[in-house]
């Protein structure tokens, strides 16, 4: 098999895939309940606070999923329908009007498609750190005097024990922070000129205030969770909602210890005035007049704000109880949150283990779908004596069925075991779906099972099996089929 | 020969960043400023300096003594230059996004500046 195929059938891949999905709900919940807050709380800082934790509730959701839906590999039965050929294919038919089989066809490629996207994030994040360092060292130079001790100034006011460095940069288009441990405060090169001392002060108490709240480290992390959640619109928007409260939060605290915020707004607009580069086309979201706005006139709330948060939260927790309540029994179609294997539950584990493992190979698609579909305990023990009663060869009397089932199953896992249980092998898997082999040819590193008549197959089929590593790891030889081939070719030693 | 001043090297960009920043300057002064930032050598500077003098990107005022260099293009020219190079371009680009400063990394628009400047003019009259 290519790598992409391995990948592709890798349990791993399909619980990336499904965790992925379950993401796109989560952050809508995530979302509105962070709307809601962000409309009722009333200081910048508690707002930026809500928004961080709201990210960091929707990565702590995404990584909880993984862990519980990728289990390590090897813990599953994934590939049963692909490394073995074609018998199973009729019965995989039945269900496949089922949407959850049609995601579950498609998570592995969603998996695919959002690993390379991870990988083209985090290429364009590492250029991104090559720039800064690049912009910590190029066409810099030492600010004037009197700046510098400003700034020792006010990072003594705010309680900062890191020295601060201040810079002139030919390069920088903006004052701008660079680095955690050892920050760095660059201004555009002659940008200061012709600011009052007042307005000075104030652009670098915003710096300032920005090492004060560690908002660079803090940067770093929120990139990072952007990267891997790249996807999700509402990680974007939370992302931006955590740069405006930011912003704000210093425009406070440079108000708080200057109270003079015309000269503030005066100078934050005098900087874009002055900015180097040509002036934007398109209007960029007016961020900065808003903020202007807010500094001369601190708005209070409407009155309307309560109201509005209250509704988002009743709308959102009206959508939680619907897709919960459409998760039972008759119709997991409009379901939030499909159920799948794993959601039946650690109390459950019997079930699932006979679901996956003591008749996996026998169990039909049509059934399998229904039975996960079960949600009490008693409606799985009566599917399951119903399962075996219509393989009941002799319903009423002991059945034979079954027994020869289980014996099959021991005998694998007590023949076949490798680096995976018996029955998990390939000739595991042949044996506890035919049975003993009519004819048995062993070589070292190879033998040849023929089976006379398979129901539903033919007569003579022959199965090959490969030891390619030679550590008794017995695979189905490629190419083998079970396709009826009379007079099937004796393969030769 | 405006058109096809060179791109500046680092070396280069470090001293027209100290010329923009501290106007026109002798060889001394050029070495004072950059020396407090790291060690230098004085002949190395002097070097650059008379490179980039050929070159164009500084001119010498010979009237006194000792020679004052100034920036043949003012900075907002330059960081044009440099800022609209695609290489320059592609790492500003990408280096926006880890930084935090007063403004944002993109630039308003000429009807907000203009918003922005009646704001301010309004909130004044109140006051007076």
Same mark, same amino acid.
């Given at each position: ?325 459409? #998760? ?71 059945? #034979?069925? #079954? ?91 | ?128």
């Amino acid at each position: 098999m290519k790598p992409i195929e391995i990948l592709i059938a890798s349990p791993a891949a399909a619980g990336i895939g499904w965790t992925l999905l379950h993401s796109l709900w989560q952050g809508a919940i995530v979302a509105s309940v962070l709307g809601a807050m962000l409309l009722m709380l009333r200081t910048a800082r508690a707002r930026y606070v809500a928004a961080c934790l709201a990210l960091l509730a929707l990565l702590t959701l995404f990584t909880l999923t993984l862990l519980r839906l990728a289990p390590e590999t090897g813990q599953k039965i994934p590939e049963r329908h692909r490394t073995v050929p074609v018998w199973n294919t009729v019965a995989q038919d039945v269900g496949s009007s089922d949407w959850k089989l049609n995601v579950s066809a498609a998570a592995p490629w969603a998996a695919l498609l959002w690993m390379a996207g991870v990988l083209l994030m985090f290429g364009r994040y590492s250029l991104s750190s090559i720039s800064v360092s690049r912009l910590r060292r190029r066409g810099v130079c030492c600010a004037p005097d009197a700046w510098q001790r400003e700034v020792e100034k006010l990072t003594a006011r705010l309680r900062i024990s890191k020295p601060v460095r201040l810079l002139e940069s030919g390069l920088a288009d903006v004052p701008t922070v660079i680095g955690h441990l050892r920050p760095l405060i660059l201004m555009p090169v002659g940008m200061l000129a012709g600011l009052s001392p007042t307005q000075i002060e104030s652009i670098l108490l915003h710096e300032i205030a920005h090492i004060r709240r560690h908002d660079y480290l803090v940067n770093t992390l929120q990139r990072c969770v952007e990267a891997l959640l790249f996807y999700h619109p509402a990680v974007w928007w939370i992302s931006a909602a955590i740069r405006k409260e930011r912003e704000h939060c210093c425009d406070d605290i440079v108000v708080s210890i200057s109270g003079e915020p015309h000269e503030y707004a005066r100078a934050l607009a005098a900087l874009e005035q002055n900015r180097f580069s040509p002036a934007a086309v398109a209007a960029a979201g007016g961020s900065l007049v808003k903020r202007i706005h807010r500094l001369l006139y601190p708005k209070t709330r409407g009155a309307w704000a309560p109201f509005v948060a209250a509704m988002i939260l009743v709308l959102t927790g009206a959508a939680v109880v619907a897709g919960w309540a459409a #998760k039972s029994p008759q119709s997991d179609a409009g379901a939030k949150q499909p159920v799948t294997e794993e959601s039946l539950g650690p109390y459950s584990n019997a079930y699932y283990k006979w679901l996956n493992e003591d008749v996996a190979y026998i169990i039909d698609q049509a059934e399998r779908t229904a039975f996960l579909a079960l949600t009490t305990n008693e409606e799985r023990d009566k599917f399951i004596e119903q399962f075996w009663e219509r393989r009941n060869p002799t319903p009423g009397t002991p059945n #034979k069925f #079954k027994e020869e089932q289980y014996r099959r199953i021991a005998y694998a896992n007590e023949h076949f075991a490798s680096a995976v249980p018996g029955w998990r092998t390939d000739r595991g898997h042949i044996y506890i779906l035919y049975g003993p082999p009519d004819e048995l040819e062993v070589y070292p590193r190879k033998e040849i099972w023929l089976y006379r008549h398979v129901e539903g197959i033919g007569d003579n089929a022959t199965i090959t099996f490969v030891d390619s590593s030679g550590r008794g790891d017995f695979r189905l030889s490629p190419g083998t089929s079970l396709a009826p081939t009379p007079p099937a070719p004796k393969e030769k030693p | 020969m405006t058109s096809t001043l060179p791109r500046p090297t680092d070396a280069e960009l470090e001293i027209l960043a100290v010329l923009w920043s501290i106007g026109p300057a002798t060889v001394r002064q050029v070495y004072e400023v950059i020396s407090r930032r790291r060690t230098a050598q004085y002949s190395t500077i002097l070097k650059f300096m008379q490179i980039m003098a050929e070159k164009g990107l500084v001119v010498r005022n010979q009237d006194q003594r000792a020679h004052v260099y100034a920036p043949t293009k003012p900075r907002e020219w330059t960081q044009q230059q440099l800022a609209g190079h695609l290489l320059e371009r592609a790492f500003n680009g990408s280096a926006k996004a880890l930084l935090v400063g007063a403004l944002s990394a993109s630039r308003a628009s000429r009807e907000e500046l203009a918003a922005m400047q009646k704001m301010l003019d309004e909130y004044r009259k109140e006051r007076k």
